[in-house]
């Protein structure tokens, strides 16, 4: 016997109900994603993603088709929050000091998100669109705090946002990085950087 469609008040309740089940779902991907790559770096799988998550394997691959899908979103999560972070600190902050501070988040942020940053350089994974993106958000927000430093002449006035990001760069993708070598040779680079005070 054929059911009837549900009456058009009724569909739309079930609609938004199925559109929040799928946003709750893909959240605790998220965050089971983040847990698991945290733990086993490169050798997280999605099915370890899947348990975590308590989903089943076409939960997740619905949300994210590739794995490589799954690790843009990961870091795409992060990178919103250092624009806010380095305008909180143009307010909070003084030049120099909210410089250094946002470096030091920076720091934190690319060691936490190493393994992803990895995958995201291999040459079989590039997309360029996506790179451009995540270039222009890391360069708007270390641009915002690096430009008051200029102002206020408290760094070298030729040092420029995407040199801040080399040089970090340099200092978490190191095969020898940790927490307290990081924290050591961003120091170093703090006094390279910084203008002689008088």
């Not at 760094?155 to 040199?163: N, S």
């Amino acid at each position: 016997m054929a059911t009837d469609p549900p009456a058009s008040g009724e569909a739309a309740p079930l609609r938004r109900a199925m559109r929040l089940d799928a946003r709750r779902n893909r959240e605790r991907v998220l965050l089971a994603a983040r847990e698991v790559f945290a733990e086993k770096q490169h050798d997280a799988s999605m099915d370890d993603v899947a348990r975590r998550a308590g989903v089943g394997i076409g939960t997740l691959f619905r949300n994210f088709p590739k794995r490589i899908d799954l690790v843009r979103a990961l870091y795409e999560e992060d990178l919103q929050q250092l624009g806010p972070l380095a305008a909180e600190l143009a307010i909070t902050h003084k030049p120099w000091e909210g410089l250094v501070e946002w470096l030091q988040a920076f720091v934190a942020f690319s060691q936490a998100n190493r393994a992803i940053i990895c995958e995201l350089s291999q040459p079989s994974e590039r997309d360029p669109e996506f790179d451009r993106r995540a270039r222009e958000q890391i360069d708007d927000a270390v641009g915002n705090v690096l430009d008051r430093a200029l102002a206020a002449r408290a760094v070298d006035p030729d040092l420029t946002p995407g040199d801040l990001v080399q040089l970090i760069g340099g200092i978490v993708l190191s095969i020898a990085a940790d927490e307290t070598r990081n924290d050591y040779l961003l120091n170093l680079m703090l006094r390279g950087i910084r203008t002689p005070r008088e």
